[in-house]
């Protein structure tokens, strides 16, 4: 059921891709489309304030040494303070959308399966867990 809603979406992508059919006009608007994206983010911490980012540098006890990695993801820090207000929230997930939109529009012009390419990533998730290192 879950591909079929993904068919679906890439099938709406394709139909209603008009001005951008060029690879090279896809690349460009997706390149944008992750600008607007880090901008949003941006906005919320510094027009907004609904967030703030306190970045330092991850602290782990003994330098880390003798940590299992499994507690690992427990101890690093997001460096993100506070919710996104219902605003904020709202415009990222547009500019989310919007991006995975031309994520998609290069798939279908690489006749890339979308929802293949998702099941592959997440074998490899799976397979390698937190050992993938991301």
Do not use: W
């Not at 995975?100 to 690489?110: A, D, E, G």
């Amino acid at each position: 059921m879950k591909d079929i809603i993904f068919d679906n979406f890439q099938n709406a992508v394709d139909e209603s891709l008009l001005r951008h059919k060029s690879i090279l006009d896809i690349m460009t608007k997706l390149q944008e489309s992750n600008s607007r994206i880090n901008r949003a983010v941006a906005k919320a911490v510094t027009n907004c304030g609904c967030i703030q980012i306190d970045a330092q540098k991850q602290k782990l006890p003994n330098g880390g040494d003798n940590i299992d990695i499994h507690e690992l993801s427990n101890m690093l820090s997001p460096h993100v303070k506070e919710n996104l207000c219902d605003n904020c929230r709202e415009v990222i997930e547009r500019e989310i959308g919007n991006h995975i939109f031309y994520i998609t529009s290069l798939c279908n012009t690489l006749d890339l399966n979308l929802y293949d390419v998702l099941i592959k990533e997440y074998d490899r998730i799976n397979t390698l867990g937190k050992y993938s290192f991301r």
